[in-house]
């Protein structure tokens, strides 16, 4: 059974530009999660997606953006990159009644924004 | 913003040793979970406690829960070099989706 897995793993990006991140959930989850990590910190919620709507929000602004398919797969895009934006970029899934229990990770996608 | 402050921010013991982190938090909750990473790659799930609960033990794992003061403890039993990580806590608001993470607490289990 394979976990939630993310690609790529490591980005390299230059300011102003744009990217796209990857995302399938564990087989059976149909909810989606990303979060952002910067070093040193916590992980912080970007949004959330359950049947290919945007559910839940943090407060991350518009230049964020996702889309969840309907094989429950999931995109993060982040536009007009800024240098703050370098962190670990983590989705997780999860299933079930209560989309906020017991959530599995993926690695993680490393952005680097120069 | 992050809901959970966890304490301490850096932990180093002896294998065999046993390990306490402390979680505060901000506001009413339905449930307290606790996650590791390893080396800043993907979170694993430690242990749920929910609001109603007051203590529980999942292996070498004991999470109490005290909902007056907000605050929650994680303690391994004789720990190993294998547990060398960092720990956060979470917690998830009544009526939301998401939770919110601490800061977390690195521990060093040194062999």
């Known amino acids: 059974d394979a976990g939630v897995t993310q690609s790529p793993t490591h980005l390299i990006k230059t300011r102003g530009q744009q990217v796209t991140l990857r995302c399938s959930p564990k087989?059976?989850?149909?909810?989606v999660s990303w979060y952002q990590q910067a070093l040193g910190q916590g992980p912080q919620f970007i949004f959330q997606?359950?049947?290919?709507?945007?559910?839940q929000r943090g407060n991350f602004p518009d230049r964020f953006s996702g889309h969840q398919f309907p094989n429950y797969s999931s995109e993060l895009n982040v536009n007009a990159l800024l240098l703050g934006d370098s962190a670990l970029y983590l989705c997780?899934?999860?299933?079930?009644?209560?989309?906020?229990?017991?959530?599995?990770f993926g690695s993680g996608t490393q952005l680097s924004v120069l | 913003s992050q809901q959970g402050e966890e304490d301490p921010q850096a932990l180093s013991i002896q294998e065999g040793e046993n390990a306490t982190m402390n979680c505060s938090y901000k506001?009413?909750?339905?449930?307290l979970q606790w996650y590791r990473q390893n080396s800043g790659r993907g979170l694993v799930h430690l242990i749920l406690?929910?609001?109603?609960?007051r203590e529980k033990h999942s292996g070498r794992l004991r999470v109490t829960l005290d909902t007056s003061k907000k605050s929650s403890s994680l303690l391994i039993t004789a720990s190993r070099a294998a547990d060398t990580a960092s720990y956060f806590c979470?917690?998830?608001?009544?009526?939301?989706?998401?939770?919110?993470f601490g800061t977390g607490t690195r521990l060093t289990v040194i062999p």
């Open positions: 997780a899934s999860s299933g079930g009644r209560w989309a906020n229990e017991k959530l599995f």
């Open positions: 997606y359950y049947e290919e709507e945007e559910r």
């Open positions: 087989s059976g989850h149909d909810t």
């Open positions: 506001t009413s909750i339905n449930n």
């Open positions: 979470a917690t998830a608001e009544t009526g939301a989706n998401n939770l919110f």
């Open positions: 406690i929910r609001s109603n609960e």
